[in-house]
């Protein structure tokens, strides 16, 4: 497959920034439009547009690891965020906790949020083997 | 804390699944673990079963924002009852599937997706909100794609195809239906619209949304003019997932059917009467569609498609009695339907096949797995005293007093061809003269296997038949169970104070 | 805007089930996420469309202040869009997988499932 150099070039800039922007948008979802799986989207077209490029080869080995293990890292992490109130206060499940002061730039921090780090990685994880999956067959 | 105990089966089934994810490679550990798993999870189960029994029915506020606004978990009696009968049948279907499934397949994830599948059952059984029902309905049907075309065989995946798509249309009318109740009423939990169903004005409407249930969960359940894609899919996939989906996937529908239509759509003639015809025609059609099958795993499907009509005419008559009836045929099916399906595998492992004009013999040759065998097959037939029997008393005596005599015939000739049909399948496989087969290289047959693989294959069917002996032989209990949620069910005002708190 | 929106649903729902029923399995496809996409705008048309504030109540007051859009429809179809996101990635690779084995499109060819065996 030949691509341009163009695309070739920028996609190696914009893998970062794609994947800066997906915190970006994952971590202003309580308050603003946005969220985990916005986010978990952004980052997977970030790689997508990567293995496009590069080939799907070269995307593989920034990954390190094969994506479907991603998935079960952000169940837990989603899971134990929905566990929390249940272990630590005897709150119904999925109970929002919250701390009291606001840490800077990311505001209340609560178990919101680790429930949406979760789905992030679960889309990321998912959409990144899906398309792996169908490009390699292909 | 005890309040959150309804939802340790769901917490203790992502946890496996979780766990199990992350051991995707270690297949001998994913046995031992979903077998181990299990095993806590009947014992889960059977606490929640016995906290609601002495405690009468229980709820809890996800994330604490208060019902209706907030996802319900409600645990009465027959939610509590179905959980306890998923963890057994989902304990003998993982020893089986550690014995049965081949090592290829287990290769891609099949036990994590099987708690998966568990968990998508539990949640199902386990929340009181429509849309909540509809998510976990999803998990279930995603979790049986990838367990039905795990192997990727062309029969499973043409039979994956038909299947895809019949349950795709039947979840989006399900969501269709799930759109219009919420423009109706403008709330989405079950108790809540009991409530504000009653009030509307236009019945019309509402006997529209409610045969939009119908179709969704009818499509689900196998009921007549809508069960074509369960008899093309059945027979494909591996024994020990046709189990699990033959046991209990088809009585999700089932159980959706009893609830929306015992809580939300509450007496309507039309509907009933609806239900009445429905019941009667998948009683006689998926008989007759019985009687002229080969191969012993679609003589089940069709049995499964025949029998959901018991529950469906039960549900029809709407008597208490009749439900009462309906929830007994219930809980002696997801037994029993599991059962028979681990049944075919066993004997497609003795002989080779499952086609039952090569099989037979296999009574002179296994005498004792025969007469264990034996037990599953007749009380599915329900000759006095094994389990299928008792619950038609009640159906029928529900049918006389109410005065539905077709219901009444329908049911005696639905019971009549199925003695046919286990009668024959008996004579066939199991009493003729065995002919002697091609012998296949490379086939695991049972008589090559060790012992702890027979026991794989043995002992959770013989786990499910002494289950089913105690549905029949302690009848009493089953039927004071029954009772009760029936009597739960008939009159939801205790269902609808518990999850709106009205009860001071 | 409602008589647009519900002939466009009415639309989506036809097309969805009229490409369901062509035998291609590619058409099938299409057909069922025309129809997700036409459940999830009737989810959006039943629950009321209001020319809306965002459904936030000010820190200093207890209710509403003026006309808000329901939330709850909107948290429905996002839950919908990520389930048929799901659905509609695995439908693609079965049917992939299903016309490398079976080789054809044709859905009236696949009926190896209802042989006598």
Redesign the interface.
């Known amino acids: 497959m030949r691509t341009t150099i163009i695309l070739k070039t920028a996609s190696n800039y914009l893998l970062p920034v794609l994947l800066l922007f997906s915190i970006f948008i994952l971590l202003r979802g309580h308050y603003l439009p946005g969220g985990g799986?916005v986010g978990g989207l952004i980052a997977s077209i970030a790689f997508i547009l990567h293995s496009f490029a590069n080939g799907l080869k070269k995307t593989k080995d920034i990954l390190l690891m094969h994506p479907g293990f991603l998935i079960p890292f952000g169940l837990s992490i989603s899971f134990l965020s929905g566990l929390a109130p249940v272990a630590l206060f005897d709150l119904p499940f999925m109970t929002g906790l919250w701390s009291h002061d606001p840490v800077a730039i990311l505001g209340n921090i609560g178990s919101a949020l680790f429930f949406d780090i979760g789905v992030y990685f679960v889309v990321v994880g998912?959409t990144l083997t899906?398309i792996f999956?169908?490009s390699e067959?292909a | 804390m005890t309040q959150q105990i309804i939802l340790y089966p769901l917490f203790l089934q992502i946890a496996i699944g979780v766990i199990l994810l992350f051991a995707w490679y270690r297949i001998g550990f994913q046995k031992i673990f979903s077998i181990f798993g299990s095993i806590l999870s009947v014992g889960l189960a059977g606490w929640l079963f016995y906290y609601i029994w002495t405690s009468g029915t229980q709820t809890i506020q996800a994330g604490n924002w208060e019902a209706p606004f907030g996802i319900t978990f409600v645990a009465d009696t027959l939610s509590a009852t179905l959980v306890l009968l998923t963890a057994i049948s989902g304990l003998a279907v993982s020893v089986f599937s550690a014995g049965s499934v081949l090592r290829d397949r287990l290769r891609f994830g099949y036990f994590p997706i099987f708690h998966f599948l568990l968990l998508g059952l539990n949640g199902a059984f386990l929340t009181g909100d429509i849309?909540n029902l509809y998510?976990w309905f999803?998990i279930i049907i995603?979790s049986s794609?990838?367990l039905i075309?795990i192997g990727?065989?062309?029969?499973q995946?043409?039979?994956?195809?038909?299947y895809?798509?019949l349950n795709?249309?039947a979840?989006?009318i399900f969501?269709?239906a799930?759109?219009?109740l919420?423009?109706l009423t403008?709330s989405?939990n079950m108790a809540d619209l009991a409530g504000k169903i009653a009030e509307i004005e236009n019945r019309g409407l509402v006997e529209i949304t409610g045969i939009l249930f119908l179709i969704g969960f009818g499509i689900k359940a196998g009921v007549f003019p809508l069960y074509f894609w369960l008899p093309?899919?059945y027979?494909?996939p591996p024994f020990a997932v046709s189990a699990i989906f033959g046991g209990l996937l088809t009585k999700v529908g089932v159980y959706a059917l009893l609830r929306v239509f015992t809580l939300i759509f509450v007496g309507d003639p039309f509907l009933d009467k609806i239900l009445m015809v429905i019941a009667i025609l998948t009683l006689v059609s998926g008989g007759i569609g019985a009687l002229v099958q080969?191969?012993i795993r679609k003589v089940f499907s069709y049995l499964i498609i025949c029998h959901i009509g018991y529950m469906i005419a039960g549900l029809g008559m709407f008597t208490e009695v009749a439900i009462a009836g309906a929830v007994f045929y219930l809980i002696h099916d997801i037994i029993v339907k599991t059962n028979l399906f681990m049944l075919s595998g066993v004997v497609y492992r003795l002989k080779g096949t499952?086609?039952m004009r090569d099989l037979g013999g296999i009574y002179a040759k296994w005498p004792r797995i025969s007469l264990l065998l034996f037990i599953p097959l007749f009380s599915l037939v329900g000759i006095p005293p094994l389990s299928g029997f008792w619950p038609k008393i009640n159906l029928i005596k529900a049918g006389f007093s109410g005065g539905s005599y077709i219901t009444v015939g329908a049911i005696i000739f639905a019971s009549f061809i199925t003695l046919v049909i286990i009668a024959k399948l008996w004579a066939e496989v199991f009493w003729k003269d065995g002919k002697e087969l091609p012998f296949r290289k490379n086939f695991g047959y049972f008589s090559k296997m060790k012992t702890y693989k027979r026991l794989q294959f043995l002992a959770p069917v013989a786990l499910l038949s002494i289950i089913s002996l105690y549905i029949g032989f302690g009848a009493e209990h089953i039927q004071e169970l029954s009772a009760r949620i029936a009597d739960e069910l008939m009159n939801n005002q205790g269902y609808i104070d518990t999850v709106l708190n009205l009860k001071k | 805007m409602e008589i647009l929106l519900a002939i466009m649903i009415g639309v989506l729902y036809a097309a969805g089930i009229y490409m369901?029923l062509r035998r291609s399995?590619v058409k099938?496809i299409i057909g069922?996420i025309l129809?997700?996409n036409g459940?999830n705008l009737?989810?959006f048309?039943?629950?009321?469309i209001t020319k809306g504030a965002p459904p936030i109540i000010p820190g200093d007051a207890k209710v509403f202040s003026e006309a808000f859009a329901?939330p709850?429809?909107q948290a429905?179809i996002?839950?919908?869009i990520?389930?048929s996101f799901?659905?509609q990635?695995?439908?693609?690779?079965?049917?992939?997988?299903?016309h490398t084995?079976?080789r054809t499109d044709d859905?009236d060819e696949?009926?190896?499932?209802?042989?006598?065996?």
């Open positions: 799986f998912v899906i999956t169908i067959s | 849309f998510v999803e995603i794609f990838v075309t990727g065989e062309k029969a995946l043409e039979g994956a195809v038909k895809f798509t795709i249309l979840s989006m969501l269709t799930i759109a219009v919420y423009g403008g989405l093309a899919s027979h494909t080969n191969n499952n086609s | 369901m399995l099938l069922i129809l997700g459940a009737l989810i048309f039943l629950g009321r329901d709850v429809p429905l996002l839950t919908a990520v389930i799901g659905l990635s695995f439908a693609i690779v079965l049917v992939k997988r299903a084995v079976v859905l696949m009926n190896a499932t209802d042989e006598d065996s």
